[in-house]
């Protein structure tokens, strides 16, 4: 329960108290009473949860991107995140029951950057991907934008956040990959007609890395920039243990690999060298001195 | 004795050869970058110290993703020494570290001794309390480059180290438990002018994916850490201690609690680190600190330095130890 000091991204360290638990498709949704993680929080964070209980065997959180964020007052602030069932860590916690404690770090990570003034934008997730999009979309409304999404999965029961994308923009696509719901097809697919319809001017994506580099391809093709925000294994969150790099190119065009957990999870998706994911490319800042000698 | 006396404060000052400390609590090279992210969560001049991530002379990219598997109380790492660099570091870490307070202990690694040399002489004149020449990370290209498996090649960085580096502040050799005998490795290093030693640096070990049927992280091998080692740690320390018992030893391997790091100091450690526990709390280090007080109160000693060692003592001088004390204590 250490509060931080001072900082512009001031992180807590809390027990929440788990207030609701709903399934919907393959995913469980959690809402839990978190005033600290709610406080700060902006669209695009995530939080990283223990697992396992006190006497775990399983040492490294588990990060979810954060959604359905109500600051509240001091103490009634919940916040929402959505776990899609993965391996043992993940097992358990959909086996929490409400009213138990979860341990939780958060609000962690850069969040989406927002236009300066209200512009046309276009919103697209994959699977439990669009769980960010959707405060980040009242966000956007809130500000005068034009929001226009796109929700997508492989099949029905993977889809996340189509109600709740319904309810607050009214117009929604939905696609899957083999037509279980919604046009069949990639998500990416109506992202063309979408950005030339609203004259969009940016995109923001979240879901699996193939398909934001997919999105990231879509945007470049209309020259309009894509902030997309990326799910890599991580083992701290903070931003201490260096594992969840992604090799990414600077502002001053040299790539490094850069913590997707502090510098991200948001990335311009421009910038992330997708291709090169999983390999040490030899033009990479620092690459030279790997060499064995 | 009427009332049972009021329980002390501990003590907790301890000294890694001259350097003194607040506390024996530090942090884990590796663990904790160059100490900003955990000022988050706790002020870095509450610690004994910080240890810093390795710093080499260049940037270096360290190795590609995946660079991590969680396995039983442990983790396997592949980061491989990514870094910025010792310019980078003595521009922008060390200063901000200095700001807010902490004693900084600067962890150096090399590719081979003159590259350990140039960076104790780079580091001569900025007022550092600490060097620990990490000689022993299982995440190198070639296994040959692991200095702390061969007792002369430790040797000889140690001795390079010591020689070019600042005389008055300690140099510390970080050794690997992958080795046949540990006391040997800390003979050589002593004997070369260590002033302390560090242990114990990651187990090199492996997970294979068994779905993609491939090993599961990108440099294929990795240095194991959290409570799983634990056990090998405490070992490596006793023995240690046996082998060069005038050397202050600074512990680590799966420290979690208090009463983890007191099996530590126990065995003969003068202060310990906490690691990978950071990643599951981040404000372990701190709150190893307290619990570790509260084990040492409980227990009765008045002082950290006390309990250094303790568990090399038969149930003879522990029971005369007590003794006394309760003697001063009542006096």
Same mark, same amino acid.
């Given at each position: 329960?250490?509060?931080?000091?001072?900082?512009?991204?001031?992180?807590?360290?809390?027990?929440?108290?788990?207030?609701? $638990? +709903? *399934?919907?498709?393959?995913?469980?949704?959690?809402?839990?009473?978190?005033?600290?993680?709610? *406080?700060?929080?902006?669209?695009?964070?995530?939080?990283?949860?223990?697992?396992?209980?006190?006497?775990?065997?399983?040492?490294?959180?588990?990060?979810?991107?954060?959604?359905?964020?109500?600051?509240?007052?001091?103490?009634?602030?919940? $916040?929402?995140?959505?776990?899609?069932?993965?391996?043992?860590?993940?097992?358990?916690?959909?086996?929490?029951?409400?009213?138990?404690?979860?341990?939780?770090?958060?609000?962690?990570?850069?969040?989406?950057?927002?236009?300066?003034?209200?512009?046309?934008?276009?919103?697209?997730?994959?699977?439990?991907? +669009?769980?960010?999009?959707?405060?980040?979309?009242?966000?956007?409304?809130?500000?005068?934008?034009?929001?226009?999404?796109?929700?997508?999965?492989?099949?029905?029961?993977?889809?996340?956040?189509?109600?709740?994308?319904?309810?607050?923009?009214?117009?929604?696509?939905?696609? +899957?990959?083999?037509?279980?719901?919604?046009?069949?097809?990639?998500?990416?697919?109506?992202?063309?007609?979408?950005?030339?319809?609203?004259?969009?001017?940016?995109?923001?994506?979240?879901?699996?890395?193939?398909?934001?580099?997919?999105?990231?391809?879509?945007?470049?093709?209309?020259? $309009?920039?894509?902030?997309?925000?990326?799910?890599?294994?991580?083992?701290?969150? $903070?931003?201490?243990?260096?594992?969840?790099?992604?090799?990414?190119?600077?502002?001053?065009?040299?790539?490094?690999?850069?913590?997707?957990?502090?510098?991200?999870?948001?990335?311009?998706?421009?910038?992330?060298?997708?291709?090169?994911?999983?390999?040490?490319?030899?033009?990479?800042?620092?690459?030279?001195?790997?060499?064995? *000698? | 004795?009427?009332?049972?006396?009021?329980?002390?404060?501990?003590?907790?000052?301890?000294?890694?050869?001259?350097?003194?400390?607040?506390?024996? =609590?530090?942090?884990?090279?590796?663990?904790?970058?160059?100490?900003?992210?955990?000022? !988050?969560?706790?002020?870095?001049?509450?610690?004994?110290?910080?240890?810093?991530?390795?710093?080499?002379?260049?940037?270096?990219?360290?190795?590609?993703?995946?660079?991590?598997?969680?396995?039983?109380?442990?983790?396997?790492?592949?980061?491989?020494?990514?870094?910025?660099?010792?310019?980078?570091?003595?521009?922008?870490?060390?200063?901000?570290?200095?700001?807010?307070?902490?004693?900084?202990?600067?962890?150096?690694?090399?590719?081979?001794?003159?590259?350990? =040399?140039?960076?104790?002489?780079?580091?001569?004149?900025?007022?550092?309390?600490?060097?620990?020449?990490?000689?022993?990370?299982?995440?190198? %290209?070639?296994?040959? !480059?692991?200095?702390?498996?061969?007792?002369?090649?430790?040797?000889?960085?140690?001795?390079?180290?010591?020689?070019?580096?600042?005389?008055?502040?300690?140099?510390?050799?970080?050794?690997?438990?992958?080795?046949?005998?540990?006391?040997?490795?800390?003979?050589?290093?002593?004997?070369?002018?260590?002033?302390?030693?560090?242990?114990?640096?990651?187990?090199?070990?492996?997970?294979?994916?068994?779905?993609?049927?491939?090993?599961?992280?990108?440099?294929?091998?990795?240095?194991?850490?959290?409570?799983?080692?634990?056990?090998?740690?405490?070992?490596?320390?006793?023995? =240690?201690?046996?082998?060069?018992?005038?050397?202050?030893?600074?512990?680590?391997?799966?420290?979690?609690?208090?009463?983890?790091?007191?099996?530590?100091?126990?065995?003969?450690?003068?202060?310990?680190?906490?690691?990978?526990? =950071?990643?599951?709390?981040?404000?372990?280090?701190?709150?190893?600190?307290?619990?570790? %007080?509260?084990?040492?109160?409980?227990?009765?000693?008045?002082?950290?330095?006390?309990?250094?060692?303790?568990?090399?003592?038969?149930?003879?001088? !522990?029971? %005369?130890?007590?003794?006394?004390?309760?003697?001063?204590?009542?006096?």
């Amino acid at each position: 329960m250490t509060e931080t000091r001072d900082g512009a991204h001031p992180v807590v360290h809390e027990m929440g108290e788990i207030f609701d $638990i +709903t *399934r919907f498709g393959e995913y469980t949704q959690f809402t839990v009473v978190a005033p600290g993680v709610a *406080r700060a929080f902006r669209p695009g964070q995530f939080v990283a949860v223990a697992v396992g209980g006190p006497d775990t065997a399983m040492l490294l959180r588990r990060s979810f991107a954060l959604y359905g964020v109500k600051p509240g007052t001091e103490f009634a602030g919940t $916040i929402q995140f959505v776990v899609a069932v993965r391996g043992a860590g993940t097992g358990w916690l959909v086996n929490q029951k409400t009213g138990a404690r979860l341990d939780l770090v958060g609000p962690l990570g850069t969040p989406f950057p927002l236009p300066r003034e209200a512009v046309p934008v276009v919103l697209v997730g994959g699977g439990y991907g +669009t769980a960010p999009l959707i405060p980040l979309a009242e966000l956007l409304i809130a500000m005068g934008c034009e929001v226009e999404m796109i929700v997508g999965a492989g099949t029905a029961r993977k889809l996340f956040g189509e109600m709740q994308a319904k309810r607050l923009i009214g117009k929604v696509t939905v696609t +899957t990959d083999d037509g279980s719901a919604g046009q069949r097809g990639r998500v990416t697919d109506p992202m063309p007609s979408a950005i030339d319809r609203l004259g969009a001017q940016i995109v923001y994506g979240c879901g699996p890395m193939p398909m934001l580099r997919a999105v990231g391809d879509v945007a470049r093709a209309h020259a $309009i920039p894509a902030q997309v925000a990326v799910e890599e294994a991580m083992a701290c969150g $903070i931003g201490v243990c260096m594992t969840c790099v992604l090799p990414v190119r600077g502002a001053d065009g040299v790539s490094r690999f850069v913590r997707s957990c502090v510098e991200g999870p948001v990335f311009e998706a421009g910038r992330v060298r997708w291709a090169d994911v999983g390999t040490l490319p030899a033009d990479l800042f620092g690459a030279d001195a790997m060499g064995g *000698r | 004795m009427a009332a049972p006396p009021q329980r002390p404060k501990v003590d907790m000052r301890t000294s890694l050869a001259g350097f003194e400390l607040p506390n024996p =609590v530090l942090t884990a090279s590796g663990c904790a970058a160059s100490g900003r992210e955990l000022d !988050q969560f706790f002020g870095v001049a509450e610690l004994g110290a910080v240890v810093t991530k390795s710093i080499m002379s260049r940037p270096r990219s360290g190795r590609p993703t995946p660079r991590m598997a969680e396995t039983p109380s442990g983790m396997l790492n592949s980061i491989g020494l990514q870094g910025p660099g010792i310019d980078s570091f003595l521009a922008n870490d060390l200063p901000w570290l200095r700001a807010h307070g902490a004693r900084v202990v600067v962890s150096i690694a090399g590719g081979h001794t003159d590259e350990f =040399v140039s960076l104790a002489k780079r580091l001569y004149h900025h007022g550092i309390d600490m060097i620990e020449v990490n000689i022993s990370c299982p995440n190198v %290209e070639n296994r040959g !480059q692991v200095f702390a498996c061969d007792a002369i090649a430790a040797a000889r960085v140690i001795s390079a180290v010591r020689r070019a580096a600042n005389p008055n502040v300690p140099v510390f050799a970080k050794l690997s438990p992958d080795v046949t005998d540990i006391g040997y490795i800390a003979r050589a290093v002593t004997d070369a002018g260590a002033d302390g030693i560090s242990l114990i640096n990651t187990l090199l070990g492996m997970v294979i994916d068994v779905d993609a049927m491939r090993p599961a992280l990108g440099g294929v091998t990795g240095g194991l850490s959290g409570p799983a080692i634990r056990p090998v740690a405490v070992r490596c320390v006793w023995q =240690v201690h046996k082998s060069v018992p005038h050397l202050p030893l600074l512990g680590m391997g799966g420290i979690k609690t208090g009463a983890d790091a007191l099996q530590f100091v126990f065995a003969g450690a003068s202060a310990v680190s906490v690691g990978t526990a =950071v990643f599951h709390d981040p404000s372990a280090p701190v709150r190893v600190l307290a619990e570790l %007080e509260n084990e040492l109160a409980r227990r009765g000693f008045g002082s950290f330095r006390e309990a250094i060692g303790f568990a090399h003592r038969s149930p003879a001088e !522990q029971a %005369e130890f007590f003794a006394r004390r309760s003697v001063e204590v009542s006096a």
